[in-house]
């Protein structure tokens, strides 16, 4: 920056650092539109001007800065918000405050720091024909491809100054003998067409994987960026604007910036294409004191790669993929669709062949035959394991027919049914699959598998208390008359098919009502295993409506809301516990003591020869009242009883006496007159012998293991009932499957 000089007035224009510079060719005009590098403008009268130069006031000074902005003064400072070149000008005013009519004038050219551009690189060599990239990347290169395979990763970068918004990157296609996926006609197998696409890839760290998902746009992730003065000082040129970071006071935004790695895959070309990148002008505009405009400061180009697709000739084919969409996890992907391995008796299995490369990518511009399908056994219904399944046992269809239109040869689509009704069981199988694919003259003979468990209907059936109930032989009971006694086709075969028996489903009309008869409180007002519904309301009695489910609540069919209700119960409340007691000792008004009073022998101790084993438990039963207690047999031990001769562990029952050690019934909780002996306490107490035993039912819990027709073990743990293909997940697509009627 430098002296402005005119006929009549004059001034200086200083740097960021509002320093006077050494000399005035080191100045020039111009710098960036940061809050941190203002201008500041000093008005000067030359010695050569005709007026005396204590005619003028430079404190009524006005300074016109070219950007809309006025200010009065001997010295202004000013900092530009937008790039452009800009005419500042000074009028001065004489001590009587009239304007002097002749004024200095001058450019100025603010400049953004950082520049509205960007770029695409990829892994290369450093030169291309623009030049070595960011990274070392190189760039505007040629870019080759195999047919079907994603590219390696393209780096796209992006930056814009502070005041812009940050652009996403637009690209177009020249030369591509395929639509954009998105330019492709709605239809689910769209994937099964040829068509070009941009990819992004999407970690997936609880798979361990990654997906590629088509897009419409690159769409960078911005991040603000900093600068901020290195020093403060009188040296010049030791000020620079240096990178910073947002936790330093003196760091102001300059700018964003983002960047991300993209793909592109196509099939194949024998003639090459241009990928074009560029952003989007309308967008990259400053404001100026003419309002808003494009200006000659931010960067717009566009880049272009000239691609090469190899063919597919070229390529090793590897084996047959059986999916279920035809959706396979192409490169290093995840496969999401692969045929599930739990699967259903009599239900559809409908199946994708598609062939892949040693890469494993999906080559499409092949042609096939029909292929050979052979299916294997490795348990229950079929003796040998890994037998041939005879054909009565299953059907394979095409239903390629569905979408023949695509004009794609390369895939089969097909409907596995397993009809094994004789196993009560599931049945591990193995679809096999083989074909020859052929491209052009050469024919190459594939073959692939997939692994599935065919499980019966209801294999995992899940009852709750009281769905045993026996609706039909209850109606069955009241057939006073002799004349109903056998009308079965009414009480069986109409009253047993509606309201149902011991052995039918808990779906039935008898049995539904029963249940909720029954579990009426446990079902709506225990906050433990309520259902669903009644846990919302309950929740809505208190206010709390946001806290438990969506009030949109469950519309689902009946069969779905059971499983939903049963399986939101928590682990142990699903499942109960075993009855840990072991003082069940009253077996009074019972006749059947394998339940009631178990733990307690009925022979009664002969007081007067019993001998005593420390540790050994036995029970004290009161005459009078029947009430048992157990007793701890280390306290006599502990009371320095008479062992007997050569024992350290046993001593006699007779002993027992008011003159015995430590008295009081050698500290048994025993209700005695003050001087007693074992006659006294045998006609105060009977002696039994202790049955350490725990019957081990099943307490509390929402299922009834009990019920034969519950197919659930109650000691299956916790990690083989959740999760991906386990016991809960095959109950919701059992009922998912019954409750839309796909079982056959």
């Known amino acids: 920056m430098g002296n402005i000089a005119t006929d009549f007035a004059t001034f200086d224009v200083l740097d960021y650092k509002n320093e006077s510079p050494t000399t005035s060719q080191e100045l020039v005009l111009s710098s960036y539109n940061l809050s941190i590098t203002p201008l500041t403008f000093k008005a000067k009268i030359p010695s050569e001007t005709p007026f005396k130069a204590d005619a003028f006031d430079l404190s009524t000074a006005t300074f016109d800065f070219g950007d809309g902005t006025i200010t009065t003064g001997a ?10 070149r800009y005419k500042v000008k000074v009028i001065l005013r004489d001590n009587n405050n009239n304007a002097i009519f002749t004024s200095a004038s001058a450019d100025v050219d603010i400049y953004d720091y950082i520049t509205n551009t960007f770029s695409i690189e990829f892994a290369g060599t450093s030169s291309g024909a623009d030049g070595g990239g960011r990274n070392g990347k190189g760039r505007l290169s ?28 637009n690209f177009k296609l020249s030369g591509c003998d395929y639509d954009n996926y998105f330019n492709l006609d709605s239809s689910k197998f769209n994937h099964l067409k040829n068509y070009f696409s941009f990819y992004k890839k999407d970690s997936l760290p609880t798979l361990s994987g990654c997906e590629y998902v088509e897009i419409k746009k690159i769409t960078l992730s911005a991040s603000d960026m900093y600068v ?26 300059v700018g964003t910036s983002g960047q991300e790695n993209i793909y592109f ?16 002008r309308n967008n990259i505009t400053s404001v100026t004191n003419d309002g808003i405009r494009n200006t000659n400061f931010s960067t717009n180009f566009s880049i272009t790669l000239s691609t090469f697709v190899g063919s597919t000739s070229g390529q090793t084919l590897s084996n047959i993929e059986i999916t279920s969409t035809g959706l396979g996890g192409d490169g290093d992907g995840i496969n999401s669709f692969k045929l599930s391995p739990v699967q259903y008796k009599g239900v559809g299995i409908p199946f994708v062949l598609a062939p892949k490369n040693s890469d494993n990518y999906t080559v499409k511009a092949l042609s096939a035959g029909n292929p050979y399908f052979k299916v294997l056994s490795s348990s229950h219904s079929l003796t040998h394991p890994l037998c041939i399944v005879p054909p009565e046992y299953y059907t394979i269809s095409s239903i390629s027919h569905l979408i023949s239109t695509f004009g794609s040869e390369y895939w089969y689509r097909g409907l596995l049914t397993f009809n094994d009704s004789i196993s009560t069981y599931p049945t591990i199988l193995t679809l096999s699959a083989s074909n020859n694919f052929s491209f052009g003259s050469t024919v190459t003979a594939l073959t692939g598998a997939a692994f599935l468990s065919c499980f019966p209907r209801n294999y995992y059936d899940l009852y709750k208390h009281k769905e045993d109930f026996d609706f039909e032989q209850t109606i069955k009971d009241l057939r006073f008359q002799e004349i109903l006694v056998d009308k079965n086709i009414f009480f069986t075969d109409f009253i047993g098919s509606i309201f149902g028996g011991v052995s039918s489903s808990h779906a039935l009309l008898g049995k539904t009502v029963y249940e909720k008869i029954f579990n009426f409180v446990q079902n709506n007002d225990d906050i433990d295993y309520c259902n669903v519904n009644s846990l919302i309301n309950l929740s809505n009695m208190v206010d709390e409506n946001s806290l438990v489910f969506n009030q949109g609540s469950f519309q689902e069919p009946a069969q779905i809301k059971r499983t939903v209700d049963l399986l939101s119960t928590s682990y142990n409340k699903f499942r109960g516990t075993k009855n840990k007691f072991n003082e069940n000792f009253d077996s009074k008004g019972h006749v059947n003591k394998e339940t009631f009073g178990t733990n307690v022998s009925s022979a009664e101790i002969n007081t007067s020869t019993y001998v005593i084993t420390a540790g050994t438990s036995i029970v004290a039963k009161e005459r009078f009242s029947d ?10 031990l502990c009371a320095a009883v008479t062992l007997r001769s050569g024992s350290t562990t046993q001593y006699s029952l007779s002993e027992l006496g ?12 025993l209700t005695l007159p003050e001087e007693y002996d074992i006659g006294t306490v045998g006609r105060f107490y009977s002696f039994h012998e202790y049955n350490s035993h725990i019957d081990g039912t099943i307490v509390d819990g929402i299922i009834d293991f009990v019920n034969p027709q519950t197919r659930l073990n109650f000691d299956t743990p916790l990690s083989g009932l959740e999760g991906d293909n386990n016991i809960f997940d095959r109950v919701i697509t059992d009922t998912l499957f019954s409750s839309l009627s796909l079982f056959e």
């Open 75 to 84: 010295t202004a400072t000013h900092v530009y918000e937008y790039p452009g």
């Open 142 to 169: 040629n870019l080759s491809l195999s047919a079907g395979q994603f590219s390696d990763p393209l780096s796209a970068y992006a930056q814009a100054p502070f005041y812009q918004d940050f652009q996403n990157l």
């Open 228 to 253: 901020r003065l290195s020093s403060f000082g009188t040296d010049l040129s030791a000020v620079k604007i240096v990178t910073s970071d947002s936790s330093h006071p003196d760091s102001i935004v």
């Open 265 to 280: 895959k196509t099939e194949e070309q024998t003639t090459p294409i241009y990928l074009s990148f560029a952003k989007d």
């Open 627 to 636: 009430t048992y207690s157990k007793l701890n047999t280390y306290q006599p």
């Open 658 to 669: 008011s003159e015995s050690p430590q008295g009081s019934a050698w500290g048994w909780p």
